[in-house]
């Protein structure tokens, strides 16, 4: 930038001097003995003038090219008011989703005291949002839990005669050769449900992104909270509830906790209808869907993460 700088002092110094020169040496000796000090002045002026317009290009340009944002300090009165911005400061400014980003994101407990902060890793909590994906592992999800136990009975399976109901011929009606069969009351069921599972296969990778996508919805929404630990003083349910009732926009609360579930957690919970309990061995996207806020303790964090990135066994 400074070498731009001064070959554009040096170009405008050039013209200046081409034009103040005249074109032959004996004008140019009668000249200078005449008017010594009117081309002195001249050009006195025009190399200040010229100076004076270069120290505003290389101000204008470093203005233009400048990364430096300039706050006010402790003396107010460098800064004119009307000169200083007047939109409020957001505490979490708005980011670009999914860049597998690194996020900082606060501690605090039940008490909603400081603990301090975590890294969230962006491989895992700031993937891009895919609902395919979502779509995908939740159907794989609803019908692998399905128990598969509806049966239908076949003909040799009802009960009934075996033998013809009544002559091929002869009777004007219809001919039958049984009474178990599909149009009689009582009779069989044809091409109906038998025991059977119905889960589908579902790459793992696949269901490990459909974790991660749902994570990295919840970090978005500003619905996921870290919690040093999810211990509670007592299992009164009333503890949870207090706590419930500070929580805004929220209807239905997951809580994560990275080992067995604490007993008095437990009690404290399974009266409540709107908050349900996990361990992160546990944690899987319909859940995470079916409730809008997501509590998860500091352990529960680094074990999911610890198995995001485990390999996946082939």
Request: contains cysteine; glycine residues 8%.
């Amino acid at each position: 930038m400074a070498a731009f700088i001064s070959k554009r002092l040096l170009r405008s110094l050039g013209t200046l001097n081409s034009v103040g020169r005249p074109s032959s040496n004996g004008a140019k000796l009668a000249s200078s003995h005449r008017s010594h000090g009117t081309c002195t002045s001249l050009y006195g002026e025009g190399l200040f003038s010229v100076e004076r317009s270069g120290f505003h290009l290389a101000r204008s340009m470093s203005r233009q090219f400048s990364s430096t944002i300039l706050t006010p300090g402790a003396d107010e009165g460098a800064f004119p008011s009307e000169l200083l911005s007047t939109k409020a400061v957001v505490a979490t400014p708005d980011r670009t989703i999914g860049l597998c980003q690194d996020l900082l994101i606060p501690v605090t407990n039940f008490h909603n005291e400081d603990k301090g902060f975590m890294v969230l890793a962006g491989d895992v909590f700031d993937v891009p949002i895919r609902k395919d994906i979502i779509h995908r592992v939740v159907r794989w999800q609803l019908a692998k839990r399905q128990q598969g136990t509806h049966s239908t009975k076949t003909i040799s399976e009802v009960s009934g005669t075996g033998r013809k109901p009544w002559n091929q011929k002869g009777t004007g009606r219809a001919r039958h050769g049984s009474l178990r069969g599909p149009q009689f009351r009582g009779g069989e069921t044809k091409h109906g449900p038998k025991p059977r599972s119905h889960a589908f296969k579902l790459n793992k990778k696949v269901r490990r992104l459909g974790l991660k996508i749902a994570l990295s919805a919840r970090v978005a929404e500003g619905k996921l909270l870290v919690f040093d630990d999810l211990a509670v003083p007592s299992h009164k349910t009333k503890n949870i509830v207090s706590y419930y009732n500070q929580m805004e926009n929220t209807k239905k609360v997951l809580l994560v906790d990275g080992g067995p579930i604490d007993e008095k957690l437990k009690l404290a919970t399974q009266n409540l209808h709107y908050v349900n309990v996990l361990p992160s061995i546990g944690l899987n996207v319909y859940s995470i869907l079916l409730h809008d806020t997501l509590v998860m303790s500091r352990d529960a964090i680094n074990s999911i993460v610890q198995r995001m990135h485990t390999p996946i066994n082939r």
